[in-house]
């Protein structure tokens, strides 16, 4: 850890924060479903990695609910050796061309890539139903192709595995949790708030990564998830504008095969 103009700067650098706590006040209705990502809601999610967000998820919790909310972790490469003995076709089926479809402010982004891949003999995984299949919150375009039976077995047969070698996490306020993004899958249970005791689910979400210690990735993810960390600004750095500039310029090693 180094001072920079008294501000603390690491080695690791990082998206802005993110806020998640239940902003539908309970409810799932579809218009809420519609309006709110699942983080955000208090709805049990599946197992998944935060697609294109970042190296490490790093989560602080401030305080939890009054019931549920169990955090679940499971290891991918775990579950590729289990999907290798048992299934190996289903590897092969997450291995091929997928269509994801992404939310943007602009509108949707497609984007054609495997759902997992190996690069430097380390197998990474980038996966949300969401992004597959479409959700209220992210809707399929009216003109996607649907998946295949094959997609629609992987996907099954992959949240099976994931589930079959998951471990609870315990949690308690002040905790903080940091996830390898690449290759960590994780699923939280839906759970209930009561404003009148404080016992309300609240967390802080930061992406980090360290640009020179970063595991390598396929050229589309690279370059999705580089344009998280180039948005970041000056006061967002926390240090001088030449360490900022320093710190873009290392976006050239991010965009490789």
């Known amino acids: 850890m180094s001072t920079v103009d008294g501000a603390f700067l690491s080695s690791e650098v990082w998206t802005p924060k993110i806020w998640l706590y239940d902003r539908a006040d309970g409810s799932q209705t579809p218009e809420n479903q519609a309006r709110f990502p699942p983080k955000e809601l208090t709805s049990s ?4 990695t935060d697609v294109d967000a970042g190296d490490i998820l790093s989560l602080f919790i401030m305080s939890l609910s009054q019931t549920g909310g169990q955090q679940y972790r ?34 949707v982004q497609v984007i054609h890539r495997p759902v997992i891949c190996c690069v430097d003999n380390k197998v990474q995984i980038n996966f949300a139903t969401a992004f597959l299949k479409g959700s209220g ?14 997609q ?7 949240l099976r595995t994931c589930r079959k070698h998951s471990m609870g996490i315990s949690q308690a306020s002040g905790d903080m949790l940091f996830v390898n993004n690449l290759c960590i899958l994780h699923a939280p249970d839906s759970f209930v708030n009561d404003g009148a005791s404080g016992k309300i689910r609240r967390l802080m979400s930061l992406m980090l990564r360290d640009p020179e ?16 960390f180039a ?24 965009r490789h095969d």
């Open 45 to 48: 999610m599946d197992f998944n």
């Open 74 to 107: 499971t290891s991918f490469w775990s579950v590729y050796n289990d999907l290798a003995q048992n299934n190996p076709e289903v590897l092969q089926v997450l291995a091929s061309d997928w269509r994801y479809e992404m939310k943007k402010q602009q509108g």
């Open 137 to 150: 919150y992210i809707p399929r375009q009216t003109d996607s192709p649907g998946l295949t039976v094959q």
């Open 152 to 158: 629609e077995d992987a996907i099954k047969t992959l």
């Open 213 to 228: 210690l970063a595991w390598r990735k396929p050229t589309a993810t690279a370059i999705e998830m580089g344009k998280k």
């Open 231 to 254: 948005k970041l600004d000056v006061p967002q750095f926390m240090g001088t504008v030449e360490h900022y500039e320093g710190f873009r310029a290392k976006f050239a090693m991010l």
